[in-house]
């Protein structure tokens, strides 16, 4: 099993959950995050104030799959997100051990 995270932009989240549907995976978890690294600073305006925001939103996706699937899983995340400026979008895949579900208590595959 692989845990696989991703920061993409939260524009493209509805366009991964479609995608990752028509390949089988059917659950993620979608968090809201800031983020601060390589991107330029993007200057807004706040109540008429110009500012640079020292952090982006971004999305962060989280799936877990089996390790057959973490290929297909990566390609379409890849796909799918613009990665067209540094610090645009970022993959982090992890080996999992083992994963439980609370309520039935089945493990593994079984649980994902």
């Given at each position: 099993m692989k845990k696989i995270e991703?920061?993409?932009?939260?524009?493209?989240v509805e366009e991964l959950k479609g995608g990752l549907t028509k390949i089988?995976?059917?659950?993620?978890?979608?968090m809201e995050v800031k983020s601060y690294g390589r991107q330029d600073k993007t200057p807004e305006i706040y109540r008429g104030m110009r500012y640079e925001a020292p952090f982006l939103t971004e999305a962060k996706v989280e799936i877990v799959v089996t390790d057959e699937m973490a290929d297909k899983a990566v390609a379409l995340i890849r796909e799918t997100t613009e990665a067209d400026e540094p610090g645009d979008s970022r993959i982090f895949i992890s080996p999992l051990e083992d994963i439980m579900r609370l309520r039935t208590e089945k493990k593994s595959v079984a649980a994902a």
């Open positions: 991703a920061t993409i932009q939260p524009e493209e089988g995976i059917k659950g993620m978890t979608v």
